[in-house]
């Protein structure tokens, strides 16, 4: 059984290697790395948390690109490549486009509930904190019983439904 | 002689001196390389990137501004990739730069808002993230500063403490660093001293005097240049005049004022100015035409048979000049005083010569300093300055004052004298130069004075000995410079005394003194008491504020306000501010200096003012224009201004009586009062202050 929170994806790996660098590489005494380092870490955070728009790749790739030359030592320097090639990953472009892929970023991740697998026990609708699932459980020999489903519009990917299932029933399909 | 390379810039060849930054280089020929933490006259910081150029040959784009030049190099400084650079970092600046060019104080002298323009960029490109708790006011007096538009330049860091205090900094730091003082407590809990020193250097408008706010655009104000009025050291200032009035001082090439020539201003545009004469009727001064009041002073002096005349220390040349005249030609006087406002003046009678007077640069490149006195550095800032520079520099200073002070804590040596006994302590180091065999003897008046000097008694000044043996031996030889915030005749003589006996003639001497001109009195008047005399003029000094309370018959006081002389006065006649008035005075190096009127004024000139007087008195000056009294007052210092010798150590000096210690005060930079007055409430309190004039 697989939790999400083990997976990362490309941008959050680059939000996290940005994040470290401002907590501990960076010295903030010249002025475009602090600046670019501060841009960067939003925009990634509107990426992963499904907000991103197209322009903030642009954007991204004009600080991976002119920080090279713009920050003062080779820890900007370094960091503005690495960003570099993690932005050659097509993950951030189907980010932007509202998948993540990995499950890495809930925001952009949804599940769905396999009715063949599915037992019936209920359980994923008990852990489930926004309601976002419907359907009764199994009782023999009634014929309407509502099959679980996973409302979308709901859904926020959070997962916890993934954890309660003990019939491994629900797969990710973003 | 530097070694000269040769390098191309922008294709052009240019040749400078080995070690000139590329930046420099660069401007040698026209070329202005966009900076921003750059400040010519301070350390280099290499920080905010902007001046990036690229360099033939080089994979890495150069810092110009750090980055020497080297033989051979060819240099360009806006090639698309540095021009992309550029306007990359000023993205990334506006998207944390909260500011608004529309109403920005800073708008048309912004470097920010110009580079901006130049290199069209996109203010948008990132957003703004400028989180709410980043202040916009940080409450100071006097100054505010917007932290919601500072760049992190780090100028201001530098000029603080290349000039000040040294109280600002980087502070947090990373992604979160503002700069501020220590644990962002308020400027006037810092030691700040409100030179003005940041604000000058800020490319933004972070920092901006308050008193201009809203007054006027950048491109509105006119600017004269002048000299500060408020001590003798000269710092060259310019107003600044929106709308025809004052919106703000600023240094002027020396790059420095102390707060009162920074902030010290509003005096000049104060409701409380006299703006028309004033004469006595019964127990009242009433206000009334120019005519009337000259007919009336004219009268009353003619009248009062004998005339003597006091002036003040801070008019120009001309003015005393004119006052002189008048005595003189109008009233047959020949009995002016000089006021030095409660500072005895008589040791410069007896002093060297206008050149062994010394100045701000005299200092900055001594190698030994003695500095006298109480609060020299908080009350002469420059001084305090020049001092600093010098000991950087590698200078020994001697510091006589008996409490601990700034300078005292980087003195070589610290003389803490007994109450009143500096001179005492001076005449002991001179004792001791002589009886160390330390003093020159081929100076001149020395060989004469040596044998009183060894007879002397070493007078006690509460300093054991083995530290006057110190002292004098350390300010033997070199460059010296004395520079004595203690004006009083017995310091000063000795002082003069001291420099004689290490054969110290030029550029030696600075007495600090909290007005522009206090040496034309001396040089320009006969100098003498007034007493006994029935008719009393008082020119730009208040006797009964000092003490000395004038007994005469009748008194004309002409002056900015209406003082405690001005109040018992039978005419009152304003008087145009330093500021004001075109003319020279003596500077602290015994130079003339010229001095503009800057502040705007609806009076007439001064030396106007008593010619008009003698032709009412029925006997004009013989000047028809400022610059004939510039000319008559320049012909009577250049008689006088060499003839003045040494005193002795033994001599005049030491007749008079040691006066008791007098502790010099300062005036208290005034921004409570001033904030007060100028914002809210301020109509109830101005109108107030009108009413107390007219009553
Ligand atoms: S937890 Fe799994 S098995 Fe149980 S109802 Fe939900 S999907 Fe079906
Ligand atoms: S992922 Fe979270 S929100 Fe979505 S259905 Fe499962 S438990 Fe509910
Ligand atoms: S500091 Fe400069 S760029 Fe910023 S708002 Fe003011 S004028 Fe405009
Ligand atoms: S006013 Fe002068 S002392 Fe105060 S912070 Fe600015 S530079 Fe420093
Ligand atoms: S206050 Fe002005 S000078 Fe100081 S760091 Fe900020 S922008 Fe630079
Ligand atoms: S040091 Fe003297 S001349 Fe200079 S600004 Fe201050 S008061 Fe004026
Ligand atoms: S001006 Fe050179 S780095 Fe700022």
Redesign the interface.
Known sequence: MSTATEVICAPQQALEALRAF??DG???????C??????SI?MLERITSGEGEAVDLD?LT?VST??I????CPKGEEAAKKLGEALASPEFARHVEGICGSGACAALTRYRVIPERCTMCGACQEACPRDAIEGDPFIAWRGDNKPYVIRLEKCDGCAKCVAACPADAIERVT | MAKEITLHIDGQPVTVPEGTKILQAAESIGIEIPRLCYFEGLPASGSCRLCLVEIEGQSRLAVSCTQRVKEGMAVLTASDRVLRSRRFILELIWSTHDGDCTTCEKAGACDLQRYTYDLDVDKEKYGLYAPDEIPSDLGDPLLERNLRLCILCGRCIRACREKSQGILDFMERGMSTIVTTSLNRPLAESGCDFCGSCIEVCPVGCLVERDRKLRGREWEFESVETLCGHCNLGCTQVIDLAHGEIVRTRPGADGYLCVRGKFGWDYLSSDDRLTAPLVRNGDSLQETTWAEALARAAEGLAGAGSVAGLVGPNVTNETVKAFGELLATSFGSQDVGFTGGGVPFGALSTFGGLKALAGVGDVEKAKKILAIGPSLAEGFPRARLAIKRAVDAGAKLIVVDPNESELAAIATLHLKPKAGAEAALLTAIGKALVDGDLHNAEAEGVAEAIPAIRELGVPDAGVSPEAIAEAAKLFAKGKGVVVSSALTCDVLSRSAGLLMLTGRKKGALLPLHPSANPWAGVLLSAGASGDGAKGIYALGTDPVAAGEPPNADFLVVQDLFLTKTAEMADVVLPLRAFAEEEGTVVGAGGKLIAVNAAAPSDLPANWQILADLADAAGKPLPYKSIRDVRAAAKETISAVKGSLAFPSMNGAGDSEELRPYERFELPEPSWVARSQIRRGGSAAGVSEAKEEVAA
């Open positions: 401002a907590a960076m010295c903030g005494r010249c002025i475009p602090p600046i670019a380092t501060r841009q939003a954007r004009r002119e920080l030359d713009a920050a003062r």
